[in-house]
């Protein structure tokens, strides 16, 4: 892929972050949607392309638009708004979404896949890291990923306030400090780096141990990097117990993560010294590329990507959709 997203070939199957199959990674308010819980699944627009989801404790829901930009909004047993607008704040095609309730932020990836032929609501150029007021969507700050290359992907935050942002095309872990003014590489490894013709840097989530964990997307790894006083250390990759097919989105699960394997999966993933046991709680969804937990449920997005760039472009997608998944407590 060339243009401005390059070395990108678009395949096929559940990819997220690009869904450019991650190779081969809404509009209007007022949408039709099934309230949250054991109602069952919340639908979104028609060709929304979700790309990530998160949440806040009360159960709130918000997702990114591949395709549309701008972020949806699901109160509680209400429906899909739109939260922030298309555009808003520079943004462009929004990708990893994560709201922080202690800094009343909402942090959004966002990039410029016109290269995919996805043309975005923007002409902004780049890889951004751009930041929304949680409680009212207005925009707050804009931070750039500073090489040429870099494509925004997801997003963690630490007890500290620190975001840390993976880069899917170069193999760099940034940071954000709170009341920080630009984005700074925290972490680097040859390790992290994308494969030929494959996709780096995805999921990314902080551990009960305090360390980083990231998802590479092809090939899919786990790795774990050590922190001790805010630094980065040790970068290791783990072993899991079965092969990983596109490893996406991960989210912190109590003393374990959440994983989505973008070939149709939801997965707890226990970390025990340098491997990593891979246990399926939802096998069969439709191109999966974020989860987000709410109390015992996992809210699994369905970005269906193949549908807007991989081997199923101009084919009907279907219905976009919100996946409840029962967690074992």
């Not at 306030?161 to 193999?171: E, K, N, Q, V, W």
């Not at 993933?269 to 069969?284: H, L, R, S």
């Amino acid at each position: 892929m060339k243009n401005e997203v390059q070395g990108v070939k678009p395949k096929s199957r559940g990819m997220r972050a690009f869904g450019f199959i991650k190779i081969c990674f809404v509009l209007g308010a007022g949408f039709a949607s099934s309230a949250h819980g054991e109602t069952g699944p919340v639908s979104l627009p028609d060709k929304s392309f979700p790309e990530s989801i998160t949440s806040t404790p009360d159960g709130t829901l918000y997702v990114g638009s591949f395709n549309n930009g701008g972020v949806l909004k699901v109160a509680p047993g209400g429906k899909a708004e739109q939260f922030v607008a298309p555009a808003a704040n520079g943004s462009r095609s929004t990708l990893g979404v994560l709201a922080d309730e202690k800094s009343g932020t909402l942090y959004v990836c966002s990039n410029d896949i016109s290269g995919l032929g996805v043309p975005g609501p923007s002409d902004t150029k780049g890889a951004w890291l751009k930041t929304f007021d949680l409680a009212t969507g207005a925009a707050k700050g804009s931070f750039a990923l500073a090489d040429p290359k870099s494509f925004c992907n997801d997003i963690a935050v630490g007890s500290d306030g620190t975001a840390y942002i993976t880069d899917s095309f170069m193999p760099n872990v940034y940071s954000l400090k709170p009341g920080g003014a630009a984005l700074e590489i925290w972490a680097t490894d040859p390790a992290l780096a994308p494969a030929k013709d494959g996709v780096g840097l995805d999921g990314i989530a902080l551990g009960s141990d305090g360390h980083l964990y990231v998802t590479t997307y092809i090939p899919a790894k786990l790795f774990r990097i050590s922190v001790k006083d805010g630094k980065a250390g040790v970068v290791t990759e783990l072993k899991p117990s079965r092969p990983l097919d596109h490893a996406d989105a991960m989210r912190a699960f109590g003393n374990d993560f959440l994983l989505i394997e973008g070939a149709g999966k939801l997965d707890k993933v226990t970390v025990k010294g340098d491997e990593a046991q891979i246990e399926t709680i939802q096998d069969g969804l439709s191109e999966p590329v974020s989860v987000t937990q709410v109390g015992n449920t996992g809210w699994v997005a369905e970005g269906k990507l193949s549908y807007i760039i991989g081997d199923n472009k101009g084919k009907d997608p279907g219905p976009f959709l919100l996946k409840p998944v029962t967690l074992a407590k």
